[in-house]
């Protein structure tokens, strides 16, 4: 998409319940429009920049070195609040 691109860090892990992705997402753009969840827990580590993290009705603001863990069931979304592309590292468990 526009908005962001992932590179797959487990591609052997495909049909696995861990996988992790190197997630990038461009400047001011949101990682998908509208919320979405799914079974399991996500883990999300800001390697570079600035991100708006929206999990059920609660905003947060994540910057460069810090982290979040929840359970992927409840809606979640992503925003990229600085100029410059946001890195994040991915971690998805599911189920």
Do not use: W
């Not at 860090?9 to 979405?36: C, D, G, Q, W």
């Not at 929840?70 to 189920?95: G, Q």
């Amino acid at each position: 998409t526009r908005n962001y691109s992932y590179t797959t860090l487990t591609p052997e892990a495909e049909n696995s319940h861990l996988r992790a992705f190197m997630v990038t997402i461009e400047p001011h753009l949101a990682h998908k429009p509208v919320a979405y969840k799914h079974e399991g827990e996500e883990f999300i580590f800001v390697i570079r920049g600035e991100l708006e993290f929206t999990l059920g009705s609660k905003v947060t603001t994540l910057r460069q070195g810090e982290s979040t863990h929840f359970n992927s069931d409840v809606p979640h979304k992503l925003k990229n609040l600085s100029s410059e592309p946001t890195r994040c590292l991915v971690v998805l468990y599911t189920i």
